[in-house]
T-cell receptor, first 114, second 115 residues
Framework: QQQVKQSPQSLIVQKGGISIINCAYE??????FPWYQQFPGKGPALLIAIRPDVSEKKEGRFTISFNKSAKQFSLHIMDSQPGDSATYFCAASTTNFGNEKLTFGTGTRLTIIP | GAVVSQHPSRVICKSGTSVKIECRSL??????MFWYRQFPKQSLMLMAT?????????EQGVEKDKFLINHASLTLSTLTVTSAHPEDSSFYIC???????????FGPGTRLTVL
């Protein structure tokens, strides 16, 4: 019940295209859903996050779409650039103090080709 | 976001030695920090939750006597890998949570190689 399933495992997108990564969760107690971007040899960086009271959140070229009834959320990267090539992790947690452990997806290696 | 540092960034040691990794919060007093390990091309696995002034809470399957965690102040948590073996070679990353939604911010990671 604690799992977060992420797909695809790897993704190749042409420059300027839209990159889409999907995640699904089971635990209905989760109420915070962040996405992290990780470059090789670096720690993950918080990219964008959403709470279930909204269905979409947009920050620049990055958008999270959230479907509470389906227990799914996705990351869309518009106008994908070579600099976006990285590994992306979705995650989920509760925001209850003392129980805010993140459960991570398995990661998606994104490659943007010219 | 919070600024988190780790030291060292890389360490190579011989089998059987102990290695200490420091995690510092540079701009925030963190009562809780988290320690993760990440094997190549895999996701992050939470090892333990480090609580300032009290014992760490370890995840199932993580040996608390092997991975010693000390959260001595609101800005410093340390992870000591005792009697390290080659299978302990991994990328160790700390994080802290802050903000109304307990957003987690990660350090740059420490690459441990045990020969």
């Amino acid at each position: 019940q604690q799992q977060v399933k992420q797909s695809p495992q790897s993704l190749i997108v042409q420059k300027g295209g839209i990159s889409i990564i999907n995640c699904a969760y089971e635990n209905t107690a989760f109420d915070y859903f962040p996405w992290y971007q990780q470059f090789p040899g670096k720690g993950p960086a918080l990219l964008i996050a959403i709470r279930p009271d909204v269905s979409e959140k947009k920050e620049g070229r990055f958008t999270i779409s959230f479907n509470k009834s389906a227990k799914q959320f996705s990351l869309h990267i518009m106008d994908s650039q070579p600099g976006d090539s990285a590994t992306y992790f979705c995650a989920a947690s509760t925001t209850n103090f003392g129980n805010e452990k993140l459960t991570f997806g398995t990661g998606t290696r994104l490659t943007i080709i010219p | 976001g919070a600024v988190v540092s780790q030291h060292p960034s890389r360490v190579i040691c011989k089998s059987g030695t102990s290695v200490k990794i420091e995690c510092r919060s540079l701009d925030f007093q963190a009562t809780t920090m988290f320690w993760y390990r990440q094997f190549p091309k895999q996701s992050l696995m939470l090892m333990a939750t480090s609580n300032e002034g009290s014992k760490a809470t370890y995840e199932q399957g993580v040996e608390k006597d092997k991975f010693l965690i000390n959260h001595a102040s609101l800005t410093l948590s340390t992870l000591t890998v005792t009697s390290a073996h080659p299978e302990d070679s991994s990328f160790y990353i700390c994080s802290l949570s802050r903000g109304s939604y307990n957003e987690q911010f990660f350090g740059p990671g420490t690459r441990l190689t045990v020969l």
